[in-house]
């Protein structure tokens, strides 16, 4: 998994599943390090193609931390392989996604 950021928006490129946990955590945390509260970070998943559980604890610890500094996130193109299982956890009420940000929405 690979995590690209600039200023307040940050890509990731690689599935959010239990071989890319650990690595994924540290990588956003090292991001994280580098904004500044009260800030709005947009959250790139394009290249994001499967989810699993751990994938989903990944993005709730990361939202958890982003909501303990007073930072908003809003994710952008995200797959509707992707959002299907954060809208179903219940994820989406800690963060916004909206519909015409889904690949593959009808």
């Not at 690979?2 to 650990?22: C, F, H, P, R, T």
């Not at 690595?23 to 994280?32: C, I, M």
């Not at 219940?90 to 996604?97: A, C, E, Q, T, V």
Request: proline share 1%; with cysteine; aromatic share 4%.
């Amino acid at each position: 998994m690979n995590v690209k950021a600039v200023k307040n928006k940050i890509s990731l490129d690689g599935d959010l599943i239990l071989e890319n946990a650990e690595q994924g955590k540290k990588l956003l945390l090292t991001v994280l390090e580098k904004i500044d509260s009260g800030k709005t970070v947009s959250l790139n998943l394009e290249k994001v193609n499967e989810i699993d559980s751990s994938g989903l604890q990944l993005l709730l610890s990361f939202f958890r931390t982003l909501q303990e500094r007073d930072i908003d996130c809003e994710l952008k193109k995200v797959r509707k392989t992707i959002a299907d299982p954060v809208i179903l956890s219940g994820l989406n009420k800690f963060l916004s996604i909206k519909t015409e940000e889904v690949i593959g929405y009808k």
